[in-house]
């Protein structure tokens, strides 16, 4: 099992990006699908998450500017950023909760993790 995440970049203050986050292999179902980041020298920290229900979680630091979503037919979760601040830039890496098949257990799956970085 993969995850890709995509859609990183460079973007000015007031910007927007789409992040991607595509899983990949053999996989039975997902569960929660979230994304987090880590600027540096901070630990990562939680940035949103969703449910396979669509229930929906945001850091406190980015509600009402990010908005996440997945599509269950692709396998892919996406983090719309708006009104995106120069405090956003980090590298943001996605992270899924998988079963490979109905006799496994979920696992924690990581992306290789896309940077943002929000200059002018």
């Known amino acids: 099992v993969q995850l890709q995440a995509f859609g990183g970049g460079l973007v000015q203050p007031g910007g927007s990006l789409r992040l991607s986050c595509a899983a990949s292999?053999?996989?039975?179902?997902?569960?929660?699908m979230g994304w987090y980041r880590q600027a540096p020298g901070k630990q990562r920290e939680l940035v949103a998450s969703i449910t396979n229900g669509d229930t929906t979680n945001y850091a406190v630091s980015v509600k009402g500017r990010f908005t996440i979503s997945r599509d269950n037919t692709k396998n892919t979760a996406y983090l719309q950023m708006i009104s995106l601040k120069p405090e956003d830039t980090a590298v943001y890496y996605c992270n899924a909760k998988i079963q490979r098949a109905s006799n496994f257990l979920f696992s924690p799956y990581w992306g290789q993790g896309t940077q943002v970085t929000v200059s002018s």
């Open positions: 292999g053999t996989i039975f179902s997902i569960s929660d």
